[in-house]
């Protein structure tokens, strides 16, 4: 009855600890989103033939830092613009004032000020790219905000983490407690460190993956209902993330179990006799 309350309450913790790298790790996924929404545009110059910015865009599509990258013509713009104003600006202007475009949008790790200075300066270089926009105010807020929410997670994960290893190490106390005079009779029978805490690390590795594996099972069924509520979160909740997340509580839940049984053990090892009553 004592190991189950244990492994019950190992389990929880656990169970907050992966929700803890679950959300780390969505974050990321959702914040690499949000950068590969970012878009760099090429504006073209007039005198661009087709295979031009066909070669051109083939150029650009093998390189690393571009995850996509679309052809804007100066007809698609100005229907665009139609569509956004309610009016043709060509009528009153007596001619088409956009120019075709390619627009490229960043790999995620490329999504940050100092890459995308790079990417403009090259594309500039390019006799058929006239002008290059994009919105830097946009990146650097994304990137801050982006940035700061990492940070208060992985505080909170590290947090966890220690509050997790005291709370696993008060459960596993309470068992180790129970068999304090088993430790002291194999003492006095001459057996060695080793060999007396050979049984307990045994408990405390089945402890953990159990406790771990009941973890992963309830947290795949939260996100198995998370899914079916949205199914649009599966863009996000990928089958690698969940299997980092499940294979993370799996090492966390043995480590915290052995590591606390260990350093308990030890603790009843080094006890003098008149201290264990």
Do not use: H
């Not at 100066?74 to 309610?86: F, S, T, V």
């Not at 180790?176 to 060695?192: C, D, F, H, N, Q």
């Amino acid at each position: 009855m004592q190991w189950f309350t244990t492994g019950v309450s190992t389990t929880l913790v656990l169970v907050l600890l992966g929700l803890v790298c679950f959300f780390i790790l969505f974050a990321r996924g959702l914040s690499d989103s949000v950068k590969e929404n970012l878009t760099v545009t090429a504006l073209l110059v007039d005198e661009a033939g087709g295979g031009e910015i066909a070669r051109l865009r083939a150029e650009w599509s093998g390189k690393p830092c571009v995850c996509g990258i679309g052809y804007v013509s100066k007809e698609q713009a100005l229907r665009e613009a139609a569509e956004a104003m309610g009016s043709d600006p060509s009528e009153f202007l007596g001619a088409n004032p956009f120019r075709a475009s390619l627009e490229l949008r960043m790999d995620a790790a490329y999504a940050n000020t100092d890459s995308l200075v790079r990417v403009v300066d090259d594309l500039k270089r390019n006799p058929l790219v006239e002008d290059v926009v994009y919105e830097k105010d946009l990146v650097d807020a994304v990137n801050a905000n982006l940035r700061n929410i990492s940070y208060v997670l992985l505080a909170l994960a590290a947090l966890l983490v220690l509050v997790s290893f005291a709370l696993i190490a008060g459960t596993v106390r309470l068992g180790v407690y129970s068999g304090r005079l088993v430790i002291r009779t194999m003492k006095l029978a001459g057996a060695g460190w080793g060999f007396i805490r050979r049984p307990f690390m045994a408990r405390g590795f089945r402890l953990g993956l159990v406790s771990g594996v009941a973890a992963d099972c309830l947290l795949a069924a939260g996100a198995y209902a998370l899914l079916r509520y949205d199914p649009s979160l599966a863009a996000y909740i990928r089958p690698d993330m969940l299997a980092g997340v499940g294979a993370a509580v799996l090492v966390a839940g043995l480590l915290l179990t052995l590591g606390c049984t260990y350093f308990c053990v030890g603790k009843y090892l080094r006890m003098k006799a008149g201290d264990l009553y």
